[in-house]
């Protein structure tokens, strides 16, 4: 069983997840409108990553009877001044989120809750994962700003990702 508090707080997480995906199916649309099919495509995977993240938690609340909590989605950005500019964003999202998921897990181990831990390890790990590729293409959009061509090289590299 998950304590009031705990149901509460992963309630909270859900919908920083479908706002992380919503986020980021807004960049998917300002990068298709700035003609790099590339971009949209890493962004439209990654929508699809942050859905599958809130699901997760969705799965969880259940299984441990609990009940799940839809609230509003806030309304994201809808344009950024560069693509650097966006993958900043998203970097500056993911630190956000990954301070979120901290939260929980000091949450998860004062309530002594080691199945909410142990679910929480799993994005602990993530967030690791996620912040470091971000950053990687923030490095590389900082670079590549100073070759012309590389833009576009950018954008095909992207839009490999699966
Ligand atoms: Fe679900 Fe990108 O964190």
Known sequence: MLT???????????????????????MAAWFESENLPGCAAWMQAQAREENGHAMKFFKFINERRGRVTLKAIKEPAKEWKSPLAAFEASLKHEQHITGCIDKLMNLAIAEKDHASAGLLQWFVNEQVEEEANVDGIVQRFKMAEKAPGALLMMDHALGERK
């Open 4 to 26: 009031e508090k705990m149901e509460k707080a992963l309630n909270e997480q859900i919908n920083e997840e479908l706002y992380s995906s919503y986020l980021y199916l807004a």
